[in-house]
């Protein structure tokens, strides 16, 4: 991370490797107070040089009393720094420091009621009974010498604290949306407790990131790979800023996209000013594909075919020595496998590879924030309200939706069937409340009867979710006369689909994609 522009006000967030670890840190960058995630076993000395205000424990899939468990430095818990442990969190330091953590009878997950028992800041002038959302397998059965309790649940201790050490933990997680005064309780850790200010806003971020970019630059130029998504459209934003028409920008045309995607992406883009070559090449990646079932090995085909295609393009012009690429915090965090002990679920190509492979120096102006902040980065900016809102979509586009071999009829039919789901999806008024809504084509095929005739044709699975981050999701209750709408017009105006089905898992388990 670089340093010069980091503010003054730091909190630093130690992972233990929960799922929720960046929602942690973001909901303290809401609050105005930088944030960063660092690993468990970040040694004391570099914990210090940071000055954090104060320290936030997340939560984890371990068992504290297991052999091989994360733990933090010892000397932490005395540093004078305040400290928030959250779940795993306030388990370690109960543990640590004396107390005892039990596996609970039942693993309580879910919401649950929490009666506020103490006196303390941290719930001062909130309700004395509050939902909270748990997720645990252990449970602090008794808080540590000189820890007073602060609120249970019906089966748990709720909150623990030490008011002179400075230390709080809390078993439930205030960070996510379902814990409804959760991020009243962060203020009060953060402000009441730790004494943050809260200054950090993205307006002096843009002023700097601008500026550094043009000093790193100096003359050179730089390329950027468009995708249409929100990531890659504010970095080439900010950079086409600070570069002008040294910044030169490319959107390759991988036959994968959703209908009419390349057109009224090119012209979005126009429309930005930004100088875009858009480049053809579905072909050549449909052809790779040929006979190609594996999801994995999907997506290494399309990476490496990308690859080419970006590095025969951009041989046309000339020596560049820079490459912009939209890479956000979560996607660093990824990557560098800070998240410990989580594992990588599915190879997301769009970090990595590229510019190693191609002797690029990298620029990631947005390498810093999470997705909303990169969306507001995009509003000061001038990015259009249609990239800004646009849905997610995977590198590989709708090669991960058709499950089973990709050929050009199995796209168009999933392509055709997609742009039904979105229409519908867009009448009803719903496009920018849900996170992704879309159509998977799967490999199996049910008879069915039109008219007098026996069918025996394929299923389209309707996947519509919402989610803050894309890191856990859960499916929309669509309205049945919307789903109707969209089963019936895929089935007659889709050939080769006899049967729609609606997809109703969260993740996880399940993950939002299929493949
Ligand atoms: P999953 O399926 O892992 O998806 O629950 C989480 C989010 O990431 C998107 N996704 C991708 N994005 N390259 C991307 O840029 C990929 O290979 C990729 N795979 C999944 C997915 O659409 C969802 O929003």
């Not at 967030?13 to 942690?24: A, E, H, M, W």
């Not at 970040?42 to 899939?61: N, V, Y």
């Not at 490496?304 to 970006?310: D, G, L, P, T």
């Given at each position: 991370?670089?340093?010069?522009?980091?503010?003054?006000?730091?909190?630093?967030?130690?992972?233990?490797?929960?799922?929720?670890?960046?929602?942690?840190?973001?909901?303290?960058?809401?609050?105005?107070?930088?944030?960063?995630?660092?690993?468990?076993?970040?040694?004391?000395?570099?914990?210090?040089?940071?000055?954090?205000?104060?320290?936030?424990?997340?939560?984890?899939?371990?068992?504290?009393?297991e052999e091989g468990a994360p733990r933090c430095d010892p000397a932490l818990w005395d540093l004078?720094?305040?400290?928030?442990?959250?779940?795993?969190?306030?388990?370690?330091?109960?543990?640590?420091?004396?107390?005892?953590?039990?596996?609970?009878?039942?693993?309580?997950?879910?919401?649950?009621?929490?009666?506020?028992?103490?006196?303390?800041?941290?719930?001062?002038?909130?309700?004395?009974?509050?939902?909270?959302?748990?997720?645990?397998?252990?449970?602090?059965?008794?808080?540590?010498?000189?820890?007073?309790?602060?609120?249970?649940?019906?089966?748990?201790?709720?909150?623990?604290?030490?008011?002179?050490?400075?230390?709080?933990?809390?078993?439930?997680?205030?960070?996510?949306?379902?814990?409804?005064?959760?991020?009243?309780?962060?203020?009060?850790?953060?402000?009441?407790?730790?004494?943050?200010?809260?200054?950090?806003?993205?307006?002096?971020?843009?002023?700097?990131?601008?500026?550094?970019?043009?000093?790193?630059?100096?003359?050179?130029?730089?390329?950027?790979?468009?995708?249409?998504?929100?990531?890659?459209?504010?970095?080439?934003?900010?950079?086409?800023?600070?570069?002008?028409?040294?910044?030169?920008?490319?959107?390759?045309?991988?036959?994968?996209?959703?209908?009419?995607?390349?057109?009224?992406?090119?012209?979005?883009?126009?429309?930005?000013?930004?100088?875009?070559?858009?480049?053809?090449?579905?072909?050549?990646?449909?052809?790779?594909?040929?006979?190609?079932?594996?999801?994995?090995?999907?997506?290494?085909?399309?990476?490496?075919?990308?690859?080419?295609?970006?590095?025969?393009?951009?041989?046309?012009?000339?020596?560049?020595?820079?490459?912009?690429?939209?890479?956000?915090?979560?996607?660093?965090?990824?990557?560098?496998?800070?998240?410990?002990?989580?594992?990588?679920?599915?190879?997301?190509?769009?970090?990595?590879?590229?510019?190693?492979?191609?002797?690029?120096?990298?620029?990631?102006?947005?390498?810093?924030?999470?997705?909303?902040?990169?969306?507001?980065?995009?509003?000061?900016?001038?990015?259009?309200?249609?990239?800004?809102?646009?849905?997610?979509?995977?590198?590989?586009?709708?090669?991960?939706?058709?499950?089973?071999?990709?050929?050009?009829?199995?796209?168009?039919?999933?392509?055709?069937?997609?742009?039904?789901?979105?229409?519908?999806?867009?009448?009803?008024?719903?496009?920018?409340?849900?996170?992704?809504?879309?159509?998977?084509?799967?490999?199996?095929?049910?008879?069915?009867?039109?008219?007098?005739?026996?069918?025996?044709?394929?299923?389209?699975?309707?996947?519509?979710?919402?989610?803050?981050?894309?890191?856990?999701?859960?499916?929309?209750?669509?309205?049945?006369?919307?789903?109707?709408?969209?089963?019936?017009?895929?089935?007659?105006?889709?050939?080769?689909?006899?049967?729609?089905?609606?997809?109703?898992?969260?993740?996880?388990?399940?993950?939002?994609?299929?493949?």
């Amino acid at each position: 991370m670089r340093t010069e522009s980091s503010p003054s006000e730091v909190v630093l967030v130690l992972d233990f490797g929960s799922q929720y670890t960046q929602l942690i840190s973001r909901r303290v960058r809401e609050l105005g107070v930088y944030s960063e995630i660092v690993p468990f076993h970040l040694p004391l000395e570099r914990i210090r040089e940071r000055r954090p205000r104060a320290l936030i424990l997340s939560g984890g899939p371990r068992s504290v009393y297991e052999e091989g468990a994360p733990r933090c430095d010892p000397a932490l818990w005395d540093l004078g720094i305040p400290v928030l442990g959250i779940c795993y969190g306030v388990q370690l330091m109960a543990h640590v420091l004396g107390g005892r953590v039990v596996p609970s009878e039942r693993r309580e997950y879910g919401a649950a009621r929490l009666e506020v028992v103490g006196e303390s800041p941290l719930f001062a002038g909130l309700p004395r009974e509050m939902t909270v959302w748990m997720s645990h397998g252990d449970e602090v059965q008794q808080p540590p010498e000189g820890f007073q309790v602060l609120a249970r649940t019906e089966r748990a201790l709720g909150a623990i604290a030490h008011p002179e050490r400075r230390l709080y933990g809390v078993q439930f997680h205030p960070e996510v949306a379902h814990t409804p005064h959760g991020r009243e309780i962060l203020r009060r850790f953060l402000f009441d407790i730790a004494g943050c200010r809260g200054q950090w806003r993205l307006s002096a971020f843009i002023e700097s990131a601008i500026e550094r970019m043009r000093k790193e630059v100096g003359s050179g130029r730089a390329l950027c790979a468009l995708s249409g998504g929100v990531d890659s459209s504010v970095a080439a934003a900010l950079a086409a800023r600070a570069l002008g028409p040294r910044l030169i920008c490319l959107f390759v045309d991988n036959g994968l996209l959703r209908r009419g995607e390349f057109e009224e992406v090119l012209r979005l883009y126009e429309s930005m000013g930004l100088r875009v070559h858009g480049v053809r090449a579905g072909e050549r990646f449909l052809r790779r594909l040929r006979g190609v079932t594996d999801p994995e090995e999907k997506r290494k085909i399309i990476g490496a075919e990308f690859i080419a295609v970006f590095r025969e393009e951009a041989a046309r012009f000339g020596p560049v020595e820079f490459l912009v690429q939209g890479t956000t915090y979560p996607d660093v965090i990824e990557s560098t496998s800070v998240k410990g002990p989580s594992a990588v679920i599915k190879s997301h190509h769009n970090v990595g590879g590229l510019p190693e492979q191609l002797g690029f120096r990298l620029l990631e102006p947005l390498r810093e924030l999470f997705k909303d902040e990169v969306r507001e980065v995009g509003r000061h900016l001038g990015v259009p309200r249609e990239i800004l809102e646009r849905h997610p979509f995977p590198g590989p586009g709708l090669a991960v939706r058709v499950l089973g071999e990709v050929t050009p009829e199995r796209v168009e039919l999933v392509r055709a069937a997609d742009a039904i789901v979105l229409e519908e999806i867009r009448r009803a008024g719903l496009y920018e409340q849900v996170w992704q809504a879309f159509a998977v084509l799967l490999p199996v095929r049910s008879v069915g009867v039109m008219g007098d005739e026996r069918t025996y044709e394929q299923t389209i699975a309707i996947r519509v979710v919402s989610s803050v981050d894309g890191m856990t999701a859960d499916w929309v209750r669509l309205p049945h006369e919307v789903l109707e709408r969209m089963a019936n017009r895929i089935i007659s105006e889709v050939r080769g689909v006899n049967r729609v089905v609606y997809d109703i898992s969260s993740k996880p388990p399940s993950t939002i994609e299929w493949e």
